[in-house]
């Protein structure tokens, strides 16, 4: 069966996903003599920055997602259409789904990434990812049942594993998330749970690498690590979790952490389509590009942002998986498909770092701009200011700034719901743990 | 298992349900040298006059939602436990739940009412009820996979069906949900699905009873009929539905409408606890209470709110199931048990009829004061303005706010976003229909 989109006479740009990426191509293609049918599984955009805040009862998740439609309502010759993509037959040029196959001119896979557990089964059953607003729900519920589970449960290690978190991974998303846990512990917990000795639960974050935010500069990850130490979080790096079992998590240091809210952020791979020849995926499911986002192999098959892996001399590893570059590869996109179109030379990306920051707690951010590093308050207010603008659509900035402000004079987090409450599919049968302990035996960094 | 409560020489009152009765009658008790401890099944009270706004993506779920412990946090010797009740114990006074039981002095039965099918299990298969926030999300999800579905069906009448909606039930809940939907249906969708052909797209109300809004006055009633009409939904009135099959509403007045997206708002009942006395369970299983609000047979456990049926000579059904009755009698029963516990003579129940509303769109709503009625734009702002009084916390509010002043300027409803897809859980064997229609064949009035 045919997707039900009108043939015309203009080439078809068909974009899948409704990222930074996707939704900034579509944009610069506005009226632009193209046809252009977005698809996306979802039929809004989810701003990722953000989703720790959801997890962590900050923010609505409806103030972090926008429609799509409403993004293009006056745009002529656009289709958005909802439908999670099977696989692209390259031969036929057309990508099937399961509303039906579309036929393309012009193929931009801008599909992003999606969590990697590197095939641990373990920890995919016994963790929980953040990448999606559903799952920063499922946290905020996990979060909230283990509290009020916590109150009733008789034996002290059982209730101090319910308090306990640990965080794996220690790039920005892990020290966010682990800095707004231990901000619910500092200001919310203790009222909300008045009979629980909240000196008890501890916020572990657990990182690989030599030090957190691999990304960033030296000043930055030992001031991240200070910040998070100042609000009591345990982090340990050069640490590698081995396995998690029975809400038990364990590492080649040796020691275990008992805690029921294990969070893992520790790995993401690209989210290719179905149907690219094997040579046009590489290590961690990428997507090679050339320098125009051209991938290997095709000339009207293109990749934009996470999933695409553009290898250079300076970056033998592809761009960061960063909004920036996705922002900065749709724009390009949109002039280069115009370019084609038009018999002109393309464009050859390139990266302009407008730099990077994470937020560990109130008054507390790093902040790495092309010209400046700055750390503290000033990298704080920043941060919001950024993020802030960055926000699709005007309604979901004044209600997240509400809530932010809200937050701010009230030492609070609004939004302590469990609509749904989550439950754990088990895979592995569950058995009681033998002995419980609270303390670990390796050392925090 | 004994519920985690410590044991004090204040008598403990144990409150089930957090809704409008229950969270006000906990406030009264405010140190009032009384152990309170409050259970619900959920960690939030809900603001249910404005679930239907959720249902129709003009407000966030979070914003209709409180936390309750923070509601409380406060308070001395006061309790949450979030956990269904499975029965109470009368014998040795104590409740029993999920996570233990709980001893009680004095038990207050407030939850509230439920959804009522009458038995009819095709009905409650086939259409969806609205009296939680996971419903109401439910039903936002619903609607708009529905209008994504029909972007592709390839036959005019499924076409149809998908963008129908069928309201069962002309009560306020019925009425605002319609008028909701005719706004969206004007204002949004054509925006949205500029493919699709909004003209088609068919409201539908159905009502057993002769008028609308049966509680409220013939004024009220004709006017909002006047406004629902204006807004291009059809009426049914002294309309009984019969049935529903594979999405087909059959009604005792012949006729069938084609709908995927039903509704039912046209029956309630009490939600007692199991364990009273038959005799204290009366029609509608609400419970029987005297006009202390004492529950039949038992002088230490009480009943408020919707799930209350005080009998009286000119209430022989009781009071209406209103937010107001339950705020006034949890108000009073705070009085009461103090004067209980002081030996002095206890006050009866005399509800103050504070008014009534109900809204059908912008500048359409009716009020019914005690000493003015008015219809329309006054109506409307009054509807606003109590809403936004009442809510449950000073953020929520100005959520609310920001949304509702979003709409009102922008004609749009900002969260139609699909953040969990509804997938119905078929019980009956799902049959392609033979003979789709569209129009039929009883005249709306």
Tied chains: 1, 2.
């Excluded at 698809?39 to 972090?64: M, R």
């Amino acid at each position: 069966m045919k997707m039900n989109i009108p043939e015309v006479s203009q080439p078809r740009v068909v974009i899948v996903g409704g990222g930074f990426g996707g939704l900034q191509l579509a944009k610069s293609l506005k009226n632009k003599d193209f046809q252009v049918v977005l698809v996306d599984k979802h039929n809004y955009h989810t701003f990722q920055p953000l989703l720790y805040q959801v997890a962590t009862a900050g923010l609505e998740p409806d103030s972090i997602a926008f429609p799509i439609r409403k993004v293009f309502k006056h745009y002529n010759q656009f289709y958005f259409r909802m439908a999670k993509v099977e696989r692209v037959d390259t031969e036929r040029k057309r990508l099937e789904t399961p509303i039906g196959y579309l036929n393309y001119d012009y193929l931009v896979i801008a599909t992003g990434s999606e969590t990697n557990y590197f095939g641990k089964q373990d920890i995919a059953n016994e963790s929980l990812p953040m990448k999606s607003i559903p799952e920063a729900l499922n946290l905020r519920s996990l979060v909230l049942q283990n509290f009020e589970k916590a109150l009733t449960a008789t034996e002290v290690g059982e209730r101090d594993s319910l308090m306990n978190f640990v965080v794996i991974g220690g790039g920005p998303t892990g020290v966010e998330l682990a800095g707004a846990l231990a901000e619910l512990k500092k200001e919310v917990l203790p009222r909300d749970y008045p009979d629980l000795d909240l000196r008890r639960m501890q916020i572990h974050l657990i990182e690989a690498g030599p030090k957190l935010l691999g990304a960033m500069s030296e000043v930055s990850s030992s001031k991240s690590l200070e910040f998070l130490k100042d609000l009591g979080v345990n982090v340990y790096t050069s640490t590698m979790v081995t396995g998690i079992q029975n809400n038990v998590v364990a590492t080649d240091k040796g020691g275990a952490f008992y805690s029921h809210s294990i969070i893992w952020t520790a790995g993401v791979e690209g989210a290719p389509i179905e149907g690219l020849k094997p040579e046009a995926i590489i290590r961690g499911k990428r997507v090679k590009v050339n320098e125009f986002n051209q991938v290997e192999g095709y000339d009207n098959i293109f990749a934009i942002g996470d999933v695409a892996a553009m290898l250079t001399t300076e970056l033998p590893k592809g761009h960061p998986m960063l909004a920036q570059v996705a922002l900065q590869q749709g724009k390009l996109l949109g002039e280069n498909l115009l370019n084609l179109r038009r018999g002109k030379a393309l464009k050859p990306f390139k990266y302009k770092d407008l730099g990077t920051m994470a937020t560990v707690g109130r008054h507390k951010a790093v902040a790495e701009l092309p010209w400046w590093k700055t750390q503290g308050i000033i990298a704080w207010y920043l941060w919001m200011l950024v993020h802030l603008m960055a926000l699709v659509g005007f309604r979901n900035r004044v209600v997240v700034f509400i809530n932010w402000m809200w937050s701010y004079f009230n030492y609070d987090k609004g939004v302590r719901l469990i609509i749904r409450p989550f439950v754990r599919k088990k895979t592995v049968d569950e058995q009681p743990i033998d002995h419980l302990q609270t303390s670990t035996s390796i050392k925090s960094a």
